[in-house]
């Protein structure tokens, strides 16, 4: 069966940056289910797997603009400790949602320097260009409760 929209896939993956460090891998736990054509994995390895079938094994390398984005210098701001109330100690590192004019984003506090914090609403792998081990485990039919719901339910996808 190939991969094509509206059916489950099952993959392995490996994820390495340019210089070939790992940055998040599926080996050794749960392999990663989706639906495709849903945008619930990056674009351009969506596009990668269209039409692979199950026990296929390849790399793909997917440019910033179809992968994570690229860096946007409007999205990192300074704002002042007081605003961020209620989020307890303020350290390097930390996540807050936040609403933008680019709809919510996950913001990340890379610098406190007295009383000023440094957001950054970037995705950390934004100008990053992504190489992908992939192996596919499985492609199925997609339930209807599954289509509706728009993930993929049971092993590797949700439980509920
Ligand atoms: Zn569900």
């Known amino acids: 069966m190939d991969i094509t929209a509206d059916r489950v896939v099952t993959i392995h993956y490996t994820l390495k940056d340019d210089g070939g460090e790992v ?26 797997l269209e039409g692979r079938k199950r026990g296929d094994q390849f790399t793909v390398v997917v440019a910033p603009a179809d992968g994570y984005g690229t860096r ?22 930390m996540q807050f949602q936040a609403n933008t004019e680019h709809g919510m984003r996950v913001f990340t506090v890379t610098g406190v320097v007295g009383d000023m914090v440094t957001l950054d609403g970037n995705h950390p792998l934004a100008d990053q260009t ?15 409760e599954e289509l509706e719901h728009g993930h993929v339910h049971g092993p590797g996808g949700h439980h509920h």
């Open 130 to 144: 992504l190489h992908f081990d992939i192996e596919v485990v499985d492609v199925r039919e997609a339930s209807a």
């Open 23 to 48: 940055l998040d891998s599926s080996a050794g736990g749960e392999p990663l289910a989706y639906i495709q054509g849903h945008g619930n994995i990056v674009t351009g390895l969506e596009k990668a």
């Open 72 to 93: 946007e210098a409007g999205l990192v701001q300074r704002v002042p400790r007081r605003s961020l109330q209620g989020a307890g100690e303020i350290r390097k590192g």
